[in-house]
T-cell receptor, first 115, second 113 residues
Framework: AQKVTQAQTEISVVEKEDVTLDCVYE???????LFWYKQPPSGELVFLIR??????QNEISGRYSWNFQKSTSSFNFTITASQVVDSAVYFC????????????FGTGTRLKVLA | DGGITQSPKYLFRKEGQNVTLSCEQN?????MYWYRQDPGQGLRLIYY???????QKGDIAEGYSVSREKKESFPLTVTSAQKNPTAFYLC????????????FGNGTRLTVT
């Protein structure tokens, strides 16, 4: 089965706290791609990062960092020193190089950053 | 500006009426997608199209229809056969191969009463 699980439905933090959004995926394919998207209240999903299955390097972009661990099938997203503007729904997604060109999305995690 | 335009942003219809949601893109992307978003259920794929005049059903295509007569346009019709049409609909495009990210429009919120 191919599946993406975001077990955290909603997280609330106070501004400046660090927060980690979890993403666990299932696939038997050896080649696949993982994505994170942000959906602010305006509704449009914004692409944040892509990682392919052969690249387990963690990545940092400003206050954002991503931890990809194939051993645990996880691709977690950490926001350091959270800000109110980080409030949004965050989606993790999985895609594959062959087949139906589908993207499999998790159910999303709503992050609320309180001032 | 390059982007994806979905119109209208809000749409209201009476039960039993067909309604068409517009999606236009000027990104020159080959692939286009329609997703439905319901609270707590993430994004579910309705239809996708990789090239003009070709499209495939997604996971929840029943009650929906699409066309892809032009590269720039991928309209979605919600028919009266769709049992629960009230939802947020998102159009997306993708350039090149499947490892490319999806680019999304701002969505259309459809309410059927």
């Amino acid at each position: 089965a191919q599946k993406v699980t975001q077990a955290q439905t909603e997280i609330s933090v106070v501004e400046k706290e660090d927060v980690t959004l979890d993403c666990v995926y299932e696939t038997r394919d050896t080649t696949y791609y993982l994505f994170w998207y942000k959906q602010p209240p305006s509704g449009e999903l914004v692409f944040l990062i892509r990682r392919n299955s052969f690249d387990e390097q963690n990545e940092i972009s400003g206050r954002y960092s991503w931890n990809f661990q194939k051993s645990t099938s996880s691709f977690n997203f950490t926001i350091t020193a959270s800000q109110v503007v980080d409030s949004a729904v965050y989606f993790c997604a999985l895609s594959f190089p062959s087949g139906t060109y589908k993207y499999i999305f998790g159910t999303g995690t709503r992050l609320k950053v309180l001032a | 500006d390059g982007g994806i335009t979905q119109s209208p942003k809000y749409l209201f219809r009476k039960e039993g009426q067909n309604v068409t949601l517009s999606c236009e893109q000027n990104l020159n992307h080959d692939a286009m997608y329609w997703y439905r978003q319901d609270p707590g259920q993430g994004l579910r794929l309705i239809y996708y199209s990789q090239i003009v005049n070709d499209f495939q059903k997604g996971d929840i295509a029943e009650g929906y229809s699409v066309s892809r007569e032009k590269k720039e346009s991928f309209p979605l019709t919600v028919t009266s056969a769709q049992k629960n049409p009230t939802a947020f609909y998102l159009c997306a495009t993708r350039l090149g191969t499947v490892n490319s990210p999806l680019h999304f429009g701002n969505g259309t919120r459809l309410t059927v009463t």
